[in-house]
T-cell receptor, first 108, second 115 residues
C-alpha cells in the first residue's frame, strides 16, 4: 500500500529555521509536492521535487532523496503568517497520495 | 485567473438526506479531482475526471457517491443517502496537464457535517 508519514505538529519561533520531514513508501514515484494550508482555506502549492537534491524558492527549500524515500521542507526566517499545515504529497503516475499534514505553530 | 471554486462552503444535513457539492475548476483545466479529508486523517483521493470522462474512480467509497462532469466544465458530487461517516471536508482540485507532475490547484473545500 501507499504510506506517507510526517510529524503531526511542530512549534518554532519567529525568525528561526524549521525543517519538516516526510518519509514515503509508494508503489510508483513521479514526484513529491509540498502544499501549505491555512485553516479553512485551500491547500496551495509550494514546491515540487522529482530529482534528488535541493530546490530553493525564496524562504522555502525542499529536499528529496529517492533512494531513502525521504523529503524535507525547510522554512527560513519564519514569520507568524507561516503558521499553517504543511502537506507532503507523492504522485505515482496515476494519482496523488497525501500525508496527514504537519501543523506548524510559529510563536513570537 | 479565477481559482477553483466550490459550493457550498458548508453543509449540515441529517443522516439519510441527499447533498450535492459543486466544483468549478480553473478555466482550461481538463483534469478535475475530488478528494476528501475526514477529521484527523489525510486527504484521500476519490476520483479523477479528464474532461467529461471518469479517468479513475477507484477512491469512491461506495455507490452512495455519484460524481458527474457533464460537458467537461464544472463537476458535481452527490451523496445519497448520506451517512454519519461521510462527514468531512471535500476538496476539488484541477490541473492543466494530465501527468501527475503538475501541481494541483485546490478549492477551499466543502465542509460536510452529517448529523
Amino acid at each position: 500500500g501507499q504510506n506517507i508519514d510526517q510529524p503531526t505538529e511542530m512549534t518554532a519561533t519567529e525568525g528561526a529555521i524549521v525543517q519538516i520531514n516526510c518519509t514515503y513508501q509508494t508503489s510508483g514515484f513521479n514526484g513529491l509536492f509540498w502544499y501549505q494550508q491555512h485553516a479553512g482555506e485551500a491547500p496551495t502549492f509550494l514546491s515540487y521535487n522529482v530529482l534528488d537534491g535541493l530546490e530553493e524558492k525564496g524562504r522555502f527549500s525542499s529536499f528529496l532523496s529517492r533512494s531513502k524515500g525521504y523529503s524535507y521542507l525547510l522554512l527560513k526566517e519564519l514569520q507568524m503568517k507561516d503558521s499553517a499545515s504543511y502537506l507532503c504529497a507523492v504522485s505515482d503516475f496515476n494519482k496523488f497520495y497525501f500525508g496527514s499534514g504537519t501543523k506548524l505553530n510559529v510563536k513570537p | 485567473e479565477a481559482g477553483v471554486t466550490q459550493f457550498p462552503s458548508h453543509s449540515v444535513i441529517e443522516k439519510g438526506q441527499t447533498v450535492t457539492l459543486r466544483c468549478d475548476p480553473i478555466s482550461g483545466h481538463d483534469n478535475l479531482y475530488w478528494y476528501r479529508r475526514v477529521m484527523g486523517k489525510e486527504i484521500k483521493f476519490l476520483l479523477h475526471f479528464v474532461k467529461e470522462s471518469k479517468q479513475d474512480e477507484s477512491g469512491m467509497p461506495n455507490n452512495r457517491f455519484l460524481a458527474e462532469r457533464t460537458g467537461g466544465t464544472y463537476s458535481t458530487l452527490k451523496v445519497q443517502p448520506a451517512e454519519l461517516e461521510d462527514s468531512g471536508v471535500y476538496f476539488c482540485a484541477s490541473s492543466r496537464d494530465q501527468g501527475t507532475n503538475s501541481p494541483l490547484h485546490f478549492g477551499n473545500g466543502t465542509r460536510l457535517t452529517v448529523t
